[in-house]
């Protein structure tokens, strides 16, 4: 009977005697637990093991426990608690200390939990890493990302051999529920692999099918786990049950597993992104869309070898296409890249911006507390230098500063949790919530951990910095050095100033930083988006295409609300657009110039266009430039008129009015009844962003000629816009109870939405530099007023030789503004580095950074000079009797 | 005669081993199965801590070796058996006792309804 090696090790454990007495029959009583474990199977097995492990081990060690005399406590154990009682009899000392490395750890875990949820974590599917996003691209026509079309998706799929499955989506909303009691629900609508190459099964049902993919046929839907639960009480027989959306009965055919969220969606709802047979042909290939492709690699390929498959596989297609130079023209590539980072792209700088900061301000921090120790070290060198006179040896000397700085980073980091935990609920007012992934940030076990790491790297790093120095300062000269009562070792002190230096310099870089950042944001808040956003309300309906087939149907709907919506009181101007100035979408299209075919080599730019009804432009406060706005009355055919922006007007006649010019719409000419007369020019507003550069011009159509179900409501309101959000919402009731209206809100709130990726980096800059410069003021009054109490007695002697308290006070404040002197030279080489990193990753910075530089010089020498004022002024108000005698 | 109160109140695993030496004599494993069994799989014993109890209890002398006698299972191999000793039995009768008056005290059966209803 021979039990296995690892039981062996486990009976060795215990004391000889009782393995002498009972070790056969417990090999017994194993062999007979593991045959019967065997039998049921692995986890009875492994089970069994963990009961065992744990239990032998722990029977062991209380067997033996009797037989030993209580044990003494460990040397490392009195360290710990000389060091707690020491630490508690220097209240202020412990205070500072852990406040300083809570502020400072905190502020990195906070920003660390947002580059973790953000950048770092793996997205929530198996094998993630696989997951890549294919996107057109077209940069010489001004579109750096078209998205991918659905004839890209039935090209593509099977035809690449890197790509596993391919599949597409697109975001969308949707009607749900009955006649009066419909509620939008954001959707996805997605190709039938799309879970399959997600890697996550429906939880429930099955996945869409081919043949569901047909406009028509599409009448199948899957809901996420949390809208079955809300919705359909968890109800497992709910596949197959019909639920109504968009005003048709469409069935569920699957649930989707607790957890899933696809990147930022929102969606609850996944319908199957339909499509009719000509969007699919291959002259379709180009026409942009908003749907996007998601594809996994196939195993062994690469997102590069991917890359080259997709480009050689696109060349072979544009071969036929009859308008492929103009394509290549354009620069067009589809373009493969992993989909996380593709996703995380646009927060990425800011938060790596952030992390450098918050580097920067965890260094500033220690260096405070190390030069606090080192204040303190100057107290403790007689004492340090008598335990080693008497013998104490340096690592035992090492290891009462190592307790004690492992101590002190311990309580920091435990404090620095608390300060995260407050700090994520800041990011989260300042909108982090809307950076991609955003809502996903949070302190998990990796930022415990990393909090964990922090604390014991900092603990070691300040006490071997810590004990290094004492253990050099006091080889012998501190119990004579201090004795004399003179000045403070040379080396001390040139420690000291280092320190401080190093932390002025810190201060300066992220101080300019900054302000750079903040002067930043300042002038994009101050840059005209080109309309007037105070007191203008927006809001968003989708009209469903089952109850608005007809164009007269959709000129109806804005008919009647244009009418019932002018009567309210309060709205002062309103008008429809197909797109809005930051809506989100930033979708373009091209328009054609009359009597002006493309030069050879030159490229139809895409512009913004909108299709506007109503009085938009005076709602909008667009500035007319010339000629007239769009009519409210311009309806039908007859009326084929139009209204470009500046920019549009200056690249398309640079010489001459766009007046009574004529432009068609799309990327050709059509025939001569076809195209737009211009009859106004007004001002550029700004679509994507407030930091969008000029220049892209936009062409606004009558609503009637260019329909669209999906339409925006603006309304220039006499009163806060958000107390007419009610009328707005009873009025399109009264037009449509089936119909809800989305994201109303005041276009004010837009805007400050769009500053998200600005505006935290600023403000949480702006944080970051006040603690900083805190820290800065700190570690000058306690290196000079050290300096000071060190010098006690030199000054006395000074004064009573006659010299005067200014010239006490100037010698200190001298020293001071030297120190302020050489931080900031260092400083500024710190801030041209991080002003260049910061201008590649963050758009919309001001041109030149002598001004925000300035600021931050001034704000710097202030705050050290209010440092070391305090200190100065108690060194010149030494009373020389006093100093001597206390000697 | 020593006064079984002296080992009162018992641990949960010694009642439960010398519940199971009350009805028959058993060996090692089939301690473990019976306490396993009687407990719904609560209390899994590892062979460290059953021979701790075991050790124990013999010390304390309530229970003692029955010998070694060859399983009727597993092949005849020959096993070390216990037996409960009449010390052993007075102390698990009046650990039953005791426990019997402390379920049945009027409180605790208040208590059992108004968390049980």
């Known amino acids: 009977m021979k039990a296995s090696m690892l039981f062996e090790v486990l009976l060795a454990l215990f004391p000889r005697g009782f393995r002498d007495a009972f070790g056969d029959e417990m090999r017994t009583v194993f062999e007979a637990q593991r045959r019967a474990a065997r039998a049921q199977g692995l986890r009875a097995v492994i089970a069994l093991w963990a009961r065992t492990i744990a239990g032998m081990t722990g029977a062991a060690w209380r067997e033996r426990r009797p037989a030993r005399p209580p044990r003494r406590p460990l040397v490392e154990w009195t360290d710990v608690r000389y060091t707690v009682r020491r630490l508690a009899a220097t209240p202020g000392f412990t205070l500072a200390a852990i406040g300083t490395l809570a502020l400072c750890i905190g502020a990195n875990l906070t920003i660390f939990a947002a580059v973790h949820s953000i950048l770092l974590r793996p997205l929530p599917f198996p094998g993630a890493d696989r997951l890549v996003t294919i996107y057109n691209t077209y940069p010489r026509a001004n579109v750096p990302d078209d998205g991918a079309s659905v004839a890209n998706y039935y090209e593509r799929r099977g035809r690449v051999a890197a790509l596993q499955s391919v599949s597409l989506y697109r975001t969308d909303a949707a009607i749900v529920g009955q006649t009066g009691s419909t509620e939008r629900e954001f959707v996805m609508r997605v190709s039938p692999e799309f879970f399959t190459t997600l890697g996550v099964p429906p939880m429930l049902g099955r996945e869409f099918r081919d043949d569901e993919m047909t406009f028509g046929d599409d009448r199948v839907a899957i809901l996420t786990e949390p809208y079955w639960r809300q919705q359909h009480g968890a109800d497992p027989a709910v596949v197959g049950r019909a639920i109504r959306i968009n005003g048709n009965p469409v069935r569920i055919v699957g649930v989707l597993p607790a957890g899933f969220t696809f990147l930022s969606s929102r969606a609850r709802i996944f319908l199957p992104l339909s499509s009719g047979p000509d969007d699919r042909e291959s002259s379709r290939r180009h026409s942009g869309s908003s749907s996007r492709m998601i594809a996994r690699l196939a195993p062994g390929a690469t997102a590069a070898s991917a890359q080259s498959q997709v480009d050689a596989y696109d060349a072979t297609l544009e071969r036929s296409n009859p308008q492929a130079a103009m394509i290549a023209g354009a620069g067009y590539r589809s373009v493969v890249v992993s989909t996380h980072a593709r996703h995380v792209e646009s927060a990425r700088p800011a938060l790596l911006v952030l992390q450098a900061a918050a580097a920067a301000l965890l260094l500033i921090g220690l260096v405070n507390v190390g030069n606090l120790f080192l204040v303190r070290a100057g107290s403790r060198a007689r004492e340090l230098a008598v335990r080693r006179a008497i013998g104490a040896r340096a690592s035992h000397i090492a290891g009462a500063v190592l307790a004690e700085t492992l101590l002190l980073s311990a309580a920091g980091a435990a404090a620095g949790l608390a300060v995260a935990a407050g700090g994520v609920t800041f990011l989260g007012r300042l909108g982090a919530s809307r950076l991609p992934l955003g809502s996903q940030i949070s302190i998990d076990g990796t930022a415990m951990l990393a909090a964990a790491a922090a604390a014991v790297a900092i603990g070691l790093v300040l006490g071997l910095g810590i004990a290094a120095h004492q253990l050099r300062s006091s080889a012998g000269t501190a119990l004579r050095a201090d004795t004399r009562g003179g000045t403070a070792g040379r080396r001390t002190q040139r420690a000291r100033y280092a320190i401080l230096v190093t932390q002025i310099a810190l201060s300066f870089v992220l101080l300019s930083g900054a302000a750079l950042l903040a002067s930043g944001l300042q002038a994009l808040q101050r840059t005209s988006p080109g309309f007037q956003p105070e007191r203008l309300l927006t809001a968003q309906v989708s009209l469903p295409w089952m109850r608005y087939q007809t164009d007269a149907s959709l000129q109806s709907f804005v008919d009647r609300i244009r009418a019932e919506l002018g009567s309210v009181p309060g709205v002062a101007a309103f008008g429809i657009a197909t797109n809005i100035p930051l809506s989100g979408s930033t979708i373009k299209s091209a328009a054609t110039i009359a009597g002006r075919p493309l030069r050879p080599g030159e490229l139809p730019r895409a512009n913004y266009s909108y299709a506007v009804a109503g009085d938009y432009f005076t709602a909008m406060r667009i500035p007319l430039v010339e000629g007239r706005y769009l009519g409210p009355d311009e309806i039908g055919a007859a009326a084929r008129v139009c209204v470009v922006d500046a920019d549009f007007a200056s690249r398309a006649w640079p010489s001459g009015s766009a007046l009574g010019q004529r432009l068609f719409l799309g990327g050709t000419a059509g025939r001569p009844e076809e195209a737009f007369v211009v009859v106004g020019v007004v001002g550029a507003v700004k679509q994507a962003a407030l930091s969008e550069p000029d220049g892209a011009g936009a062409v606004y159509y009558p609503y009637s000629d260019r329909f669209d179900r999906s339409i925006y409501l603006v309304a220039r309101t006499t009163v806060a816009p958000d107390a007419l959000v009610a009328d707005l919402r009873r009025i399109v009731r009264g037009i449509d109870p089936e119909l809800p209206i989305n994201n109303a809100r005041a276009m004010d709130a837009r805007i400050d939405d769009s500053l998200v990726t600005q505006r935290s980096p600023a403000v949480v800059g702006v944080v970051f530099s006040t603690v900083a410069l805190l820290l800065t003021a700190l570690g000058t009054y306690g290196v000079l007023g050290y300096a000071v109490a060190q010098r006690r007695r030199e000054i006395g002697v000074r004064i009573a030789l006659g010299a005067r308290p200014a010239q006490v006070r100037q010698q200190f404040v001298g020293v001071g503004m030297r120190l302020l002197a050489a931080g900031m030279a260092l400083g500024l080489s710190g801030s041209w580095a991080a002003e260049r990193a910061l201008r590649s990753g963050i758009q919309g910075l001001p041109q030149g950074s002598l001004g925000p530089m300035a600021i931050a010089a001034s704000v710097m020498a202030a705050v050290c000079l209010a440092g070391c004022l305090v200190p100065a002024r108690r060194a010149a108000r030494i009373s020389p009797i006093e100093a001597l005698a206390r000697e | ?117």
């Open chain 2, 1 to 117: 005669m020593p006064d079984p109160r002296d080992h009162l109140p018992l641990k949960p695993v010694d009642l439960e081993l010398l519940l199971a030496l009350a009805d028959d004599d058993m060996h090692g494993y089939g301690l473990v199965q019976a306490i396993a069994a009687h407990t719904n799989g609560l209390v899994q014993l590892d062979p460290g801590n059953l021979y701790r109890v075991v050790k124990r209890l013999l010390a304390e002398g309530l229970v003692a070796e029955a010998g070694q006698r060859s399983a009727p299972d597993e092949g005849g191999e020959r096993r070390r058996y216990y037996r409960i000793t009449p010390l052993g039995g007075r102390v698990l009768t009046a650990e039953l006792e005791r426990l019997r008056l402390l379920v049945n005290a009027p409180g605790a059966r208040a208590l059992a309804r108004r968390w049980t209803s």
